[in-house]
């Protein structure tokens, strides 16, 4: 497989946590940017973190960093060419996958040091 073409995200994100019986909040959906995961145990929300309210539990500071698709389902191994080189480094990530493709979040802090390893990896960063 050849190197990926990847994007930055220009905002940063926020991965906010809510109640398991909590109803999707709207401020979620303001968000041009929304993942949500509702388990038994939690409401999980993603959002760009300029929505997020006052008193909202998150984790803020994340960069995103998108996978140009559209990715197949049949294909294996996208995430780990992009992981295992962080996990080397001991960069910390938040993944999102959609229908077309994966996300991967890493706190702002870490983006040009996870910048160039992807770089020296031979993947592409283009604008988004």
Same mark, same amino acid.
């Given at each position: 497989?050849?190197?990926?073409?990847?994007?930055?995200?220009?905002?940063?994100?926020?991965?906010?946590?809510?109640?398991?019986?909590?109803?999707?909040?709207?401020?979620?959906?303001?968000?041009?940017?929304?993942?949500?995961?509702?388990?038994?145990?939690?409401?999980?929300?993603?959002?760009?973190?300029?929505?997020?309210?006052?008193?909202?539990? !998150?984790?803020?500071?994340?960069?995103? %960093?998108?996978? /140009?698709?559209?990715?197949?389902?049949?294909?294996?191994? *996208?995430? &780990?060419?992009?992981?295992?080189?962080?996990?080397?480094?001991?960069?910390?990530?938040?993944?999102? !996958?959609?229908?077309?493709?994966?996300? %991967?979040?890493? /706190?702002?802090?870490?983006?040009?040091?996870?910048?160039? *390893?992807? &770089?020296?990896?031979?993947?592409?960063?283009?604008?988004?």
């Amino acid at each position: 497989m050849t190197g990926l073409i990847l994007s930055v995200l220009k905002e940063q994100l926020a991965v906010s946590q809510l109640t398991p019986e909590k109803e999707i909040p709207d401020w979620a959906l303001e968000s041009p940017f929304l993942s949500i995961v509702r388990t038994t145990d939690e409401l999980s929300v993603v959002t760009i973190t300029r929505v997020v309210p006052a008193g909202i539990v !998150s984790e803020k500071g994340w960069r995103c %960093i998108k996978i /140009k698709g559209p990715l197949s389902f049949s294909e294996t191994g *996208i995430l &780990s060419l992009l992981l295992y080189p962080l996990a080397g480094k001991k960069i910390p990530v938040f993944v999102i !996958s959609s229908f077309e493709t994966d996300y %991967i979040l890493v /706190k702002d802090e870490n983006l040009s040091a996870t910048l160039c *390893i992807f &770089s020296e990896e031979g993947h592409i960063v283009e604008p988004d």
